[in-house]
């Protein structure tokens, strides 16, 4: 049984990894700047400026001139930048064939054009004309500007994404390193496109499960963050945050647990104490210190272990009380008219981390079950007269022959035989747990789904992840109670298994 734990858990551990976040497409847009995004009005009369623009360069330069062509570029951008893609291609490949007309099939001018196509491409995921684009400027820039350029670095870059999202991995892998090599040697070794570009590689090692190389760059990360901003600079902090979460999967705990200490610390120094940021940071503590407990069963006693797993329960619990509220927040906001306090972005983030932190609480629940569980049988030792009610109040319990009680660390229904006991206590860890049981958490996954402020976010930004939470607890549950009995419990798992039915249904009929 405990083998089976250390393998589920391994799942668990591993999730981590593929719950990447989409990156934004603030790369893409740093020509424009995006000051055409915020309100319709002004978008549409930007469109006409862009269009005006254009037709007073091909009456005044003639359908084939340059400045044509440069008009045509900037209103393709403006349409890129709205998500109007088809408009911004057209225009583009109409741009791109005026400059060839114009200076020939290898000037800067076209490069920069077929640059700009393929980031068009690259967002539609089109992406073998995408990687024909970046390949085609790349030759351009590397012959005009020379390949030490940060343009070129740049764009090689973009190519090594485009790789990546083909499944050609370690060809992207050797761009991505490239590109960093190159602003290493411009200088440019501490600027934030170095380190996100870094940050890119370590991201792609991972999933290559490159642990080793991954941990590398995320320490060479650290240490550039370190250096420029110090310890005290949340940078830095979601920096070592990576690294130590790349050094739990190498089993290197200590370190690991120690990174996410100090991090947590800095979190709480430099942000409000409810923030996501610490709400995440809480989470993955919680799943260390599990992994920790699971990694040590030989030498572990029940006392070490009731501790950990307590201290894993608080931190899960700490966890989803910050993303609770964050959502709490949105629902009683969601009927003031344009209520700003928590944005969409905020809901997705705490529904996510919410999930990762029930997800956590459930295991760590099942397993105090599993380790502690030998010593309920001692509770059969107790004067008859104590159960004449059936149920009772206890603190702890007593093992004859050894010098310390058993402390069991949480509320439980305890099944002795076919006997039902109910046992209400004191935790002596701190203040009295939010949530007690893994079926506490399975019904707060439940109402995800059925609450109105919620449900949307289940369905359309984290389905995924909500369906796998969902069948992780149920079969948590099953594991401990494999003939369910509690009141209400049956009913939990009728529920739970109706909703990932539905859920599956849907995703087939959206495909």
Partial sequence: MLREMLLVYNGLKMDQWSQTNTQSNGEFTQIMGGSFSRKQRQLDEAEKLFQAALLEAKEGFGLRDPHVASAL??????????KEYEKAELLYLEAIEILEE????????????????????????????????????????GRVMGIGHPEYAGTMYLLAKVLSL????????CLAEES???????????????????????REL????????????????????????????????????????NLEAMDKLKESEELLERCLAVKKKVLPEDHLQVALTLVH???????????????????????????????????????????????????????????????IAATAILLQALNVFGFIDVTAKRLLGQGLVLLLRLPLEHLKHGFFKIDAVHIPGTPRPFIWTGPNIIYVGYSTLQIHFKTKFGKEQDYKSIEDVLRKCISLYKEPHTRRLVKKAVK??????????IVLVQRIHPFPQMTGLQELLVEAGQIIEELAEESTRNK
Wanted: proline share 1%; net charge positive.
């Fill in 102 to 141: 114009s200076f020939g099939s290898d000037d800067i001018r076209v490069g920069t054009a077929v640059h700009s196509l393929g980031i068009c491409y690259h967002l539609q995921l089109k992406l073998a004309q995408a990687q024909t684009c970046y390949e085609r400027a790349l030759k351009i820039e």
């Fill in 166 to 173: 083909q499944g050609k991995r370690k060809n992207a892998e």
């Fill in 206 to 245: 991972i999933k290559s499960k490159r642990f080793a190389d991954a941990e590398i760059w995320q320490r060479k990360i650290l240490h550039v963050l370190e250096l420029s901003k110090g310890w005290d600079s949340l940078d830095t902090a979601i920096a070592a945050e990576l690294l130590s979460l």
């Fill in 464 to 473: 995924q992840d909500y369906m796998m939470c969902l069948r992780k607890l």
């Fill in 73 to 82: 570029n900037n209103l393709a951008e403006f349409y890129r930048l709205k």
């Fill in 180 to 202: 960093i090599r190159i602003l290493e040697e411009a200088g440019l070794g501490d600027s934030p496109t170095c380190i996100q570009r870094m940050k890119y590689l370590s």
């Fill in 285 to 347: 503590l919680a799943r260390i210190t599990l992994h920790k407990v699971l990694n040590d069963l030989e030498n572990a006693n029940s006392d070490v272990t009731a501790y950990y797993l307590a201290k894993a329960k608080q931190l899960s619990n700490d966890s989803i009380r910050i993303a609770e509220g964050k959502l709490n927040c949105s629902r009683k906001d969601q009927n003031k008219i344009n209520s700003t306090s928590t944005t969409d972005t905020d809901k």
